[in-house]
T-cell receptor
Framework: EAGVTQSPTHLIKTRGQQATLRCSPI?????VYWYQQALGLGLQFLLWYDEGEERNRGNFPPRFSGRQFPNYSSELNVNALELEDSALYLCASCIRQGNQPQHFGDGTRLSIL | AQSVTQLDSHVSVSEGTPVLLRCNYSSSYSPSLFWYVQHPNKGLQLLLKYTSAATLVKGINGFEAEFKKSETSFHLTKPSAHMSDAAEYFCVVSVMNTGFQKLVFGTGTRLLVSP
C-alpha cells in the first residue's frame, strides 16, 4: 500500500509570494489533515478536509487555505508569505470512522528568504 | 481538556541497552494513545497505538508500551537499542469530536544512541 505522498519536498520562496503544497492520501482515506511543524513550536494543527469540504481549522490566519479534490488529494495554499511561515508542513490521512491513527507524509520544507 | 507530558526532552543510551521514554497524559475521556517516531527531515511514523484493548501494546521495530490508567502513563520501551532508533519520539492523545480527530502532541523526546 502506497503511503501518504507530498510534493514538493522542498520549496523556497520570498516574502510576499504564494506557495502551493500538495498531498495524496492513502487509498481509501477520505480525511486529510495539515500540520505546521516550526522550529521550537511543535506540531500545530492547520486544517482538516473530509469528503471535499473544509471541516475544521486551527488558529492560523485566513492566508492559510486549501482544498480537497474529488479523488481526496489536497492542496495547501499560503498567501503573502512571511518569514515565520518557514517550517515543515506535514499532511496526514486517515479513515473517518473510529479513533484510527493518522498516517503522515514526509512533508514539504518551506523556506522563506 | 486533554494534555500530554513527555518527561524527558533528551534520552541518551548505548547501543544494546534498554530504552525507556516516559509519557503521562491527561484526558477526560477514555483515551486513544499513540507513539510516533520522526527521523530527521521525515514525517511521523506510527510506532504503536492503544485504543482500549490490551494494556500492553506491541509496535513495530521491537517497541512496546504499557497503558497504566492508575498512573495515567503510557511509557514506551524497547529491550535493546539500535543505532537506527536515534530519532524524535512523540506521545500523542487522540480525541474524537463529531468526526474531527484532535491530536494532542507531546513536546517530543530526542533519543540519542551511542555505539
Amino acid at each position: 500500500e502506497a503511503g501518504v505522498t507530498q510534493s514538493p519536498t522542498h520549496l523556497i520562496k520570498t516574502r510576499g509570494q504564494q506557495a502551493t503544497l500538495r498531498c495524496s492520501p492513502i487509498s481509501g482515506h477520505t480525511s486529510v489533515y495539515w500540520y505546521q511543524q516550526a522550529l521550537g513550536l511543535g506540531l500545530q494543527f492547520l486544517l482538516w478536509y473530509d469528503e471535499g469540504e473544509e471541516r475544521n481549522r486551527g488558529n492560523f490566519p485566513p492566508r492559510f487555505s486549501g482544498r480537497q479534490f474529488p479523488n481526496y488529494s489536497s492542496e495547501l495554499n499560503v498567501n503573502a508569505l512571511e518569514l515565520e511561515d518557514s517550517a515543515l508542513y506535514l499532511c496526514a490521512s486517515c479513515i473517518r470512522q473510529g479513533n484510527q491513527p493518522q498516517h503522515f507524509g514526509d512533508g514539504t520544507r518551506l523556506s522563506i528568504l | 481538556a486533554q494534555s500530554v507530558t513527555q518527561l524527558d526532552s533528551h534520552v541518551s543510551v548505548s547501543e544494546g541497552t534498554p530504552v525507556l521514554l516516559r509519557c503521562n497524559y491527561s484526558s477526560s475521556y477514555s483515551p486513544s494513545l499513540f507513539w510516533y517516531v520522526q527521523h530527521p527531515n521525515k514525517g511521523l511514523q506510527l510506532l504503536l497505538k492503544y485504543t482500549s484493548a490490551a494494556t500492553l501494546v506491541k509496535g513495530i521495530n521491537g517497541f512496546e508500551a504499557e497503558f497504566k490508567k492508575s498512573e495515567t502513563s503510557f511509557h514506551l520501551t524497547k529491550p535493546s537499542a539500535h543505532m537506527s532508533d536515534a530519532a524524535e519520539y512523540f506521545c500523542v492523545v487522540s480525541v474524537m469530536n463529531t468526526g474531527f480527530q484532535k491530536l494532542v502532541f507531546g513536546t517530543g523526546t530526542r533519543l540519542l544512541v551511542s555505539p
